[in-house]
């Protein structure tokens, strides 16, 4: 009898092992659905809670932060490729969107994001924001990228665009 319990721990233990790796790969681990996935530096620039992005959450990359409507947070260098996410227009305060990883994966680059909501219940101020948040990266490891995915925390993905192939 006491055999028969041990085995069936030790199966319970196992199928338990099985089933969070398969949970953790799911929601979204470090590679999450992406084998060859490497690993971007990123240089943050800043972040505004005012941009001029109206709509709903949007990727966009450039080699002038201007372009992307936030220039004010950076200047142009060369070399660099900047990175702008946006949550989408807002109600309130107390939004907010913040680069966390970049990775690259043959020629896509995904956007890790964290998407921040006010809690349940919060007292916000009542003004229509537009979170943004503004990174680069070096131009030479995105070159032959052509898809960037913005995904959030739970690995959804939220916004898709190109990247831009004519600049240096």
Do not use: K, W
Not at 24 to 41: E, F, H, W
Not at 123 to 149: E, N
């Amino acid at each position: 009898m006491g055999f028969r319990r041990s085995s069936r721990t030790a199966l319970a233990s196992v199928f338990e092992f099985v089933v969070i790796a398969a949970i953790a790969v799911g929601c979204g681990g470090a590679s999450a659905g992406v084998t060859d996935a490497r690993n971007i530096p990123f240089t943050e620039h800043g972040s505004t809670q005012q941009s001029a992005h109206d709509g709903v959450a949007r990727v966009a990359a450039a080699a002038d932060p201007a372009s992307l409507g936030l220039g004010g947070l950076a200047s142009r260098e060369d070399g660099r490729l900047y990175i702008a996410v946006f949550a989408g227009s807002q109600r309130t305060g107390a939004y907010g969107i913040r680069v966390v990883r970049v990775d690259r994966a043959g020629d896509t680059l995904t956007i890790r994001a964290m998407f921040s909501v006010p809690a349940s219940g919060a007292l916000t101020i009542q003004v229509l924001t537009s979170p943004a948040h503004l990174v680069s990266i070096d131009r030479q490891s995105a070159t032959g990228a052509r898809d960037i995915v913005l995904l959030d925390q739970s690995a959804a993905e939220r916004a898709r665009s190109t990247v831009p192939q004519s600049q240096p």
